[in-house]
């Protein structure tokens, strides 16, 4: 039998097997909270020199007091960490301290041998986790004295000789009543879930943070944070192990405060600093914790049933409104199964919820009212800390990558990358200001962080410089700490919060290479396995998931814990305390709406995203269609064809028709079938490589047609020409998309003739139009048009004149039967006749480019099957024509992925009229 949990397979079936493998996992809960707490705190001294004044009842004090009235020194600043294994089984280790020799630990199993990411989320997410950390826990700086000092392994490349990690700093507060419990060590950052790491953990560094002026947080003119004057790290709650994704992160929620205290300053004008600061303390500590909880961890375990399960920690499956209506349905299917005596549920879990008494039937009323606006704060009889195994669990460096590459907002094209460690300390923030915010958060957004796995440590912190320290490696130092502080090793951990323990190395891995190493150094006895190596070994993951069961099992208690036992998000998550705005603010904000408040630039880019945490690109979701134009046209020009341009100098070959890579599977994953997007996979089978240009359509004075011919800004022009079968003739081709409002977008696509213009390479040679004349002896080319039918060789422009940009319907439209594309005298013999790669030729037109006078005709399209009366007809349909508009290019032309795999041009068939 396997060793690993079995709910995930839940979610194969269905609805309910979603819901089933919610309430094992609110069962899961119950069990940590009744047998995983433990507290080492001795809370009655502190409580006798702790006043709670009036303030604290309503605002989160510095140092993290008064938060439990009962008890006000519960999870404030400098007390202990907790366990959630019990205290016999987590003694500090001594004789075993340094075996396996950390180091060789370091550089057998952790040291990266190359980049191994984790695709499923954005680079944004790694430094959340840390930004979340600090708020969370520290345990101060490491004591100077008595390192621990190891020899150097055989196999270490700096040599022979010793190395060194210092201790962590012990706890002084320890008493000769504290005897028999395990080392305690004390957390410098306040235990709650409360911004300690923008707001500081004591009073005097909160007074540093702080304007004094109308609630608001020190920033300068620029919306930098002010700096430390030696150190040039910025002026904030907590800065250490700093790198300029901390430096964005601290920015970024620094000024959402301000803009949180001045919301609330117009509304209430009479209030004084100190109230306005303590509110937006409580409604952005509040929005950060929502985030953390429905945005950012759904990202890094996508899967169904813990996304209900984290939703469920913050609304609750019985809340009212917004996303909240989501689940409602899905709830009531799920209690009228319960109320079934055959209950499908029940029967998949083996017990029955509705028993009182029964292991279920708390945890389903638990996970069915949601955590956060409870009645009372919760510490499920165990005083609230943050504990040891949290904290071994969040060591997630190899999250970190080797390098920030920088990108233009939109583009593809890496335009500087910057080894991390060069990003650090005082680096940060000059990089922050000299590269910008906006190229930054767009640059992770598209960029993946590392996966948890083995060998996949970065190695700029196994040699990571530290101010007054010297050169550390942070992966030793990893498994020491945890050895150190008694978090027991991997099997006996797995033990102790009520998982299988393996059996054989082989239950963690297939690798043989790992196999080896894993059995080498821990002399093949399982039970040495240190618990970071095993959480990085397993390989079996529950589906989505970007770490293992073992860490999430931690995460399960810990995540509901945070917000059950905290006043402010239970009893006093009101708009009384937070007021009407804050709730609001808390409630309706996402990291997306953060990121887009801040930097404007970044508004086409987040169009369609959903979560910030997951990589960015082109998301087409389920309303894109109600869009404005404008959006439509931006997402595809922005998160498409941008995000996706080639160089000039790199084009694809010309010749082949199957030389497209496929856009990455960042791109394509979401990207679903709709008419403007091509299904994933998709190649043109004709016209597969051109250059693609926003345009707009200006029309003519009065012109006689309706609906997108009076005019429509927001358009895409793509260029392109057909591989022609005989490899000689070329044949220009052009496919025109006009964008509309909140209804699908119009497409025509014309050519100049079926075989196209013999040895001229000028692009603008020749007028195109949607109706070009069959011609029998080009069998080549009709049975490929008629892959895409654009057989028979009419297109219709009729939905264009039913319909105008702004999506009014027309009631009596008026199409013409023929329209013409006629290139403008700037551009008919602009380029060169002889046979070249004509993008290059439209790669230098720019924005504000007229390309083509736009002609249309009214007469009726009569065909003959005698070639030269069709084509008299031809001419007289043309001699007919007059100039209904111009077509303007506004933005350079680009040739890109999207636009020769993404973009899609649908065709009006004669048959779809
Ligand atoms: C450039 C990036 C980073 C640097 C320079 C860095 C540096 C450090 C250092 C120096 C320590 C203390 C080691 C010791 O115990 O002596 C540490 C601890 C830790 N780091 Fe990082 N780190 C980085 C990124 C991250 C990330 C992305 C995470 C993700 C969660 C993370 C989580 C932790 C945790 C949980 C600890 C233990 C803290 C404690 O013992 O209180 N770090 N890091």
């Known amino acids: 039998m396997s060793v690993w949990v079995t709910w995930p397979a839940l979610t194969k079936l269905g609805t309910l097997g979603i819901f089933a493998g919610l309430l094992t996992l609110a069962a899961e809960r119950e069990a940590l909270l009744k047998n995983n707490l433990f507290d080492l705190e001795n809370f009655d001294g502190y409580n006798a020199q702790i006043n709670c004044d009036a303030r604290s009842l309503t605002a989160r004090t510095e140092d993290g007091t008064c938060n439990i009235l009962s008890n006000p020194a519960e999870g404030s600043a400098l007390k202990r960490f907790g366990r959630n294994i019990n205290p016999a089984y987590t003694q500090g280790e001594t004789t075993t301290l340094l075996t396996p020799n950390p180091r060789d630990v370091s550089i057998s199993l952790l040291a990266r041998d190359e980049f191994k990411p984790a695709t499923s989320v954005n680079f944004i997410a790694a430094s959340w986790i840390q930004f979340m950390t600090h708020d969370w826990f520290h345990h101060g700086a490491n004591a100077v004295d008595d390192p621990i000092t190891f020899p150097r392994p055989a196999n270490d490349p700096k040599g022979s000789g010793t190395m060194s990690v210092q201790r962590t700093q012990p706890d002084p507060t320890r008493t000769g009543a504290d005897a028999g419990k395990p080392r305690t060590y004390r957390n410098h950052t306040t235990h709650w879930w409360d911004g300690s790491q923008l707001y500081g953990s004591d009073k005097a560094t909160s007074d540093k943070v702080r304007s004094f002026v109308d609630g608001k947080l020190k920033v300068n003119a620029d919306g930098t944070l002010p700096k430390e004057l030696i150190s040039g790290k910025p002026v904030t709650g907590f800065n250490e192990n700093w790198w300029v994704g901390l430096s964005m992160l601290h920015q970024l929620f620094t000024l959402e405060h301000n803009a949180i205290a001045t919301k609330l300053k117009q509304k209430y004008p009479e209030k004084n600093d100190q109230w306005l600061y303590d509110r937006a303390r409580l409604i952005n500590s509040a929005l950060m914790a929502k985030i953390h909880t429905v945005e950012w961890t759904p990202a890094i375990i996508a899967n169904p049933i813990t996304e209900r399960a984290m939703y469920s920690n913050w609304w609750g499956l019985l809340g009212q409104g917004g996303p909240r209506d989501d689940f409602q349905a899905d709830v009531r299917k799920l209690q009228e199964d319960l109320a079934k005596s055959d209950s499908f549920v029940k029967r998949i879990l083996g017990f029955d919820p509705n028993v009182a008494g029964s292991i279920g039937n708390g945890s389903i009323n638990h996970a069915l009212t949601g955590i956060v606006g409870s009645t009372a704060p919760n510490n499920a009889g165990v005083p609230f800390s943050l504990t040891e195994e949290f904290v071994s669990v969040y060591r997630m460096h190899p999250l970190m990558r080797d390098n920030i590459n920088v990108y233009n907002v939109g583009s593809n094209q890496v335009s500087r990358s910057i080894p991390i460690q060069n990003t650090r300390d005082g680096d940060a923030e000059n990089i922050l200001n000299a590269e910008r915010a906006d190229r930054l958060w767009y640059s992770f957004g598209i960029t993946h962080p590392g996966s948890l796995t083995l060998n996949n440590f970065p190695n700029f912190l196994r040699d990571l410089s530290i101010p007054l320290v010297g050169n550390v490696d942070l ?73 293992g069961e073992t860490a999430f099992q931690i995460f399960i ?158 358009g895409l022009l793509r260029l392109s020409v057909t591989e022609d079968p005989k490899g000689k003739d070329f044949m220009p081709g052009l496919a025109w998309k006009a964008f509309v409002d909140g209804k699908p977008s119009e497409n025509v696509s014309a050519l100049y003739t079926l075989s196209g213009q013999g040895s001229n390479h000028n692009f603008f040679a020749n007028e195109m139009s949607q109706y070009v004349l069959p011609e029998a002896d080009n069998m080549g080319s009709s049975i490929i048009f008629s892959a895409v039918t654009l057989k028979p060789t009419l297109l219709l422009m009729n939905d264009f004149a039913k319909v105008t940009q702004t999506g009014a319907a027309v009631s009596k439209p008026v199409a013409p039967t023929q329209v013409y594309f006629v290139p403008r005298s700037e551009v008919r013999s602009r380029f060169s006749t002889a046979a070249h790669d004509f993008r290059q030729d439209l790669l230098t037109l720019t924005e504000g480019t007229k390309l083509y006078d736009v002609y249309a005709t009214s007469m009726e399209i009569k065909t003959s099957i005698l070639p030269s009366i069709a084509k008299r007809y031809a001419t007289e349909r043309r001699n007919s024509a007059v100039k209904i508009g111009e077509m303007e290019l506004t933005s350079p032309f680009i040739a890109s992925e999207f636009g020769d795999s993404g973009v899609f041009f649908k065709h009006q068939r004669n048959e779809d009229k």
């Open 557 to 714: 208690v810990s995540a509901s814990r945070r917000l059950m036992a905290d006043r402010f998000f239970t009893k006093d998550y009101t708009a009384e305390v937070y007021t009407p705005e804050g709730i609001d603010w808390v409630e309706h904000t996402t990291m997306v709406d953060v990121l887009r408040r801040h930097n404007p630039q970044l508004h086409s880019s987040l169009v369609g995203v959903d979560n910030a945490f997951k990589p960015w690109g082109l998301n087409i979701p389920a309303d894109y269609e109600s869009w404005p134009a404008a959006n439509k046209q931006a997402n595809l020009w922005v998160n498409g064809a941008l995000r996706t341009q080639i160089p000039a100098d790199q084009l694809p070959a010309l010749k082949k028709t199957d030389a497209l890579g496929l856009l990455g599977s960042i791109l394509w994953n979401k990207v679903k079938t709709r008419s403007d997007v091509a299904e994933a996979g998709y190649k043109k089978p004709i016209h597969a490589h051109g250059v693609m240009a926003k345009v707009k359509f200006v029309p003519t004075g009065n012109n006689a047609y309706t609906g997108l011919f009076k005019g429509s800004d927001y």
């Open 475 to 547: 992966a030793a130092t990893d498994v020491l700490r945890d050895r150190e502080r008694g978090v027991p090793r991997y099997n006996e951990f797995r033990r102790q919060i009520g998982l299988k323990p393996i059996t054989k190395f082989e239950d963690l891995t297939k690798d043989a290479t790992t196999l080896a190493q894993l059995k080498r150094l821990y002399n093949n006895d399982i039970e040495k396995i240190d618990a970071l190596v095993g959480q990085l070994a397993e390989t079996v993951r529950p589906e989505g998931f970007a770490f």
